[in-house]
Structure formats: C-alpha cells, structure tokens
C-alpha cells in the first residue's frame, strides 16, 4: 500500500475518533440526571430513621423523591439501604456501623437520634438530616448558619407561638396545658422550653410530665386528667408513634391536643399549624443532590428551616369533643374528616 493511502486513511481514522469523543462531551452535558449518573457511577446511600411513624415516613419517602428529581434514581444510579431502629439505641448504633462499614456516599438521618449516632460513628460520610429540631443543640452543628462538619440537613422546628395562638383560638378558656415527651428527646426539650416561655407569657400555665417509653404514656396523660384544661404535644417520637394511647385518655376526658404536626391530627389530635413533612424530605433530597453532585460540603451548607405550613384540624375530634372551630380557622385549614 502506498503512504498516501496510509496516510489518507489515518486522518480520516483521527476524525472518527474526534467526532465520537466530542459527541460523547455533549452527551454528558445534559441536565441534572445526565450529570448525576456519569461517569457510571452507582452511589450508596443509607437511609436510618429512628422509628416507624407517618411523619418520620413521609420524610423519607420525600427524601428518596427529592433524589429522584435531581437524577438519582433507585436502580438507575442509587443502591439505598433503608434502616428503622425501631426507636432501640442498640439498633441505632449497628446500623450506624453498617453504614461505615459499607462506605456510604451519604447517609440520610431521620429524628435527632439517628443523627446523632450516625455523626458518633463517621466524621468523613456525608450527613443530612431531617425530622430534626435543633442541630446546635444536639450537638450536630456548630452553627445553623456554617455547621462545621460532616452534618447538615433540614429542621422541623414548630411554629410554636402560633400554636399556641391557635389552642387560645380553639379553646380561649383554657388557663393550663399539660404537656407530654419524652426526656431522652432534646428536639422535644427544645420545643416544650420555647412553649412553656411563650405560654406562660400569655397568662397560662403549664404541666408537664415526662416518659421513656411509650408503655408510660397512659400513665403519665392520667396524671394530668383533672389539672389541665387542653394537651399540647411537640413533634416528639414516642408520642408520635402512639398518638391512638393519648387520644384514647384525653377523648374520654374532652380535653383537645393540639399538636406539632399535621400527622399526629391525623392520628387522633385535634388541630396543628405545622409542617409537611412530606415536603420536608423533598427539601432535604434536593440538599443530598448538592453533595452528591460536589457542588456543595456539609460543612458550608447552611441549615434550612421548613417553608410549607399549614393549619390541619381533625373535625371528627373536634365533634367527640364538642368543640366548635371558628370559622376564621377553618377557612384556611386542611380537614380531616
């Protein structure tokens, strides 16, 4: 063969290749699943939540959306490994170290304990919260503004003044609040301090009896039965997962629960002004994306407040104990029938 001819098939040979390199350039330029998934990377992510109830559930299941609609998909680009302590420490801490273990890419936390076991075993994962109420006072960051470390995520702090206004509202001759959580809970010391300020601020009183477990709380609600004249409950885990106990007590002795969120009305409480949890998660998928996509490090994102509230009142509550909503609430609320 002649060396014009070679030399003519390898300059066509250089074009192919060029053409085929620059198409493959442009392929992966597109929008954010397209960058998600180069490279064809399958990414690990763990997901704990502490315990099974609709407000922890709805967080995660809009966590795994959240991911989805920035282009990581389960069986595309995502392997999840999805943990429920079922509220046991010990179950915290094997879960934790099965994460370590499995050199996750990120791990998302769901309640404040499951956050704080997991930031107790990794300080190199990557971890994003949600469901959780106070990241500095837990100990999880060192501002809401510049974490510091491995650890961001989204709050569930409670608009706690306005459901308080809202109890006042409902049942203006309320004078005492009984109040109770768990102490092993600091999202729930957090929010009963900030409560018991601004009730008390307002002229009313507060009682408040605390638990472990859940098998405490038909205890602990009787020993308020006969002092208090309505229930407040933050968002604190334990309640939460056994709302149908509380309600079984405070029904009999009709007595109203306003709440820290819309699921536990849904569960038996009468009225909320608070959060989509649901959306929360949504909220903190679309952080996770960030950090997976290395646009941004835990330590520099800013913890982010919820941005969806609602009023919710349970109108079957509301007629087994006779309570008449006004109107002025009821326009903007979401009913439960």
Known sequence: MKLSSISKKMKLLSLGAATLLAAG???GCGGSQESASSGGKTYKVGIVQLVEHNALDAANKGFVDGLKERGFEEGKNVTFDKQNAQADQSNLQNIAQRFVSGKMDLIC???TPAAQTVANATKEIPIVGTAITDYVGAKLAASNEKPGGN??????????????DLLMKIKPEAKTIGVIYCSSEVNSEVQVKAMQEYAESKGLTVKVATISTVNDIQQAAQSLVGSVDAFYEPTDNVIAS?????????DAAKLPIICGEPNMVKAGGLATYGIDYYKLGVQTGHMAADILEGKSKPADMSIELAKDLKITINKADAARLGITIPEDVLKDADLVE
Not at 242 to 247: H, I
């Open 25 to 27: 350039v442009f392929a």
């Open 109 to 111: 936390a769901i309640a």
């Open 151 to 164: 650890v961001t995520g989204t709050s569930d702090m409670n608009p706690i003044k306005e459901q308080i």
């Open 242 to 250: 056994a709302m149908p106990t509380l309600v079984a007590i405070t």
